[in-house]
């Protein structure tokens, strides 16, 4: 699987951040059951930051909770990758710092880069969200969003997904990839008994 080659320098402000060096310990094992399992997993930490920490995630600053499910599910072969496993990257996010923990990719042992690690998946999620409304490669996806939120009130995570070609050296391969993936869990039902509404907008 290919990841996104950017470099993170951001501070997680409200969840624990992953220690630096080797002594890393971990407080959260990410593992799941199936599908429906997993999209419960990513909505509890979700749910949290956008209702909990509401100054911080205000509805302009929100990733769509089915992009994120998307995502997450792509990058992390719906939580069963090793990177999801051993380090809580759901989103295959790298780091270039080698005072941060990070696995090696097995068939790039000798990269500059690792996959890195992370305390807790939430901790992984905090990260991801940070990099799509900060990082310069996402600043037309951040226009996208504002521009449907002052036309419709909400945004549409297929059509914010075609702004994500960055993510990934598959380019519009992955964004179409993306589209599949959010059409599937709508079609799945994996919503079911959750407060998310068809809009893939959690409900408080």
């Given at each position: 699987?290919?990841?996104?080659?950017?470099?993170?320098?951001?501070?997680?402000?409200?969840?624990?951040?992953a220690t630096s060096g080797?002594?890393?310990?971990?407080?959260?094992?990410?593992?799941?059951?199936?599908?429906?399992?997993?999209?419960?997993?990513?909505?509890?930490?979700?749910?949290?930051?956008?209702?909990?920490h509401s100054n911080t995630?205000?509805?302009?600053?929100?990733?769509?909770?089915?992009?994120?499910?998307?995502?997450?599910?792509?990058?992390?072969?719906?939580?069963?990758?090793?990177?999801?496993?051993?380090?809580?990257?759901?989103?295959?996010?790298?780091?270039?710092?080698?005072?941060?923990?990070?696995?090696?990719?097995?068939?790039?042992?000798?990269?500059?880069?690792?996959?890195?690690?992370?305390?807790?998946?939430?901790?992984?999620?905090?990260?991801?969200?940070?990099?799509?409304?900060?990082?310069?490669?996402?600043?037309?996806?951040?226009?996208?969003?504002?521009?449907?939120?002052?036309?419709?009130?909400?945004?549409?995570?297929?059509?914010?997904?075609?702004?994500?070609?960055?993510?990934?050296?598959?380019?519009?391969?992955?964004?179409?990839?993306?589209?599949?993936?959010?059409?599937?869990?709508?079609?799945?039902?994996?919503?079911?008994?959750?407060?998310?509404?068809?809009?893939?907008?959690?409900?408080?």
């Amino acid at each position: 699987m290919r990841f996104i080659k950017v470099l993170l320098i951001i501070s997680v402000l409200l969840l624990p951040t992953a220690t630096s060096g080797n002594d890393i310990k971990k407080v959260d094992v990410f593992s799941v059951q199936n599908n429906e399992d997993f999209v419960l997993k990513i909505f509890s930490c979700v749910k949290m930051l956008y209702t909990e920490h509401s100054n911080t995630y205000p509805l302009e600053k929100q990733i769509p909770f089915d992009l994120i499910v998307a995502m997450a599910a792509y990058e992390s072969a719906w939580g069963t990758s090793r990177f999801a496993k051993e380090g809580n990257n759901l989103f295959g996010i790298r780091t270039w710092d080698p005072l941060v923990p990070q696995m090696k990719a097995k068939k790039r042992p000798n990269a500059e880069w690792g996959v890195r690690m992370y305390d807790t998946y939430c901790t992984c999620i905090v990260d991801y969200i940070q990099i799509l409304n900060n990082h310069p490669a996402y600043e037309e996806f951040r226009q996208q969003r504002s521009l449907e939120l002052n036309k419709y009130g909400y945004t549409n995570a297929s059509i914010l997904a075609q702004f994500l070609v960055a993510w990934s050296e598959l380019g519009e391969q992955y964004t179409t990839r993306l589209k599949q993936i959010i059409l599937l869990i709508h079609k799945q039902g994996y919503y079911q008994g959750l407060p998310v509404d068809k809009k893939g907008r959690i409900i408080n």
